[in-house]
Nanobody, 119 residues
Framework: QVQLVESGGGEVQPGGSLRLTCAASVRISSLIRMGWYRQAPEKERAWVAIITPEGMRNYADSVRDRFAISQDNDKNMIYLQMNNLKPDDTAIYYC?????????????WGQGIQVTVSS
């Protein structure tokens, strides 16, 4: 079973930056893809950014040009660099992996980490 552990969250003022890290217990190159999701208070969980083992990336419109997802296959980690943070970015951020399951793709989630953007 793949395990994901996030780190790097915290509180920052508007316009500031944070970098989230997700450590995986398996070779991330063996997964279908990885990514970051977030859930703001009283809202549904929404995807933020995804990356494939080949390095293809995609971003939600709300974070495009401000956030950057990257990966380190040697360390089995992915990252989310968040710049020019806004109060609307406040949420619990979850690392996600899509794995090959016996019955089809399998969703794996980290425990989540809080990001708060406030003055």
């Amino acid at each position: 079973q793949v395990q994901l552990v996030e780190s790097g969250g915290g509180e920052v003022q508007p316009g500031g930056s944070l970098r989230l890290t997700c450590a995986a217990s398996v070779r991330i190159s063996s997964l279908i893809r990885m990514g970051w999701y977030r859930q703001a208070p009283e809202k549904e969980r929404a995807w933020v950014a995804i990356i494939t083992p080949e390095g293809m990336r995609n971003y939600a419109d709300s974070v495009r040009d401000r956030f950057a997802i990257s990966q380190d296959n040697d360390k089995n980690m992915i990252y989310l660099q968040m710049n020019n943070l806004k109060p609307d970015d406040t949420a619990i951020y979850y690392c996600h992996a899509l794995d090959y399951g016996d019955a089809g793709p399998l969703d794996i989630w980290g425990q989540g980490i809080q990001v708060t953007v406030s003055s």
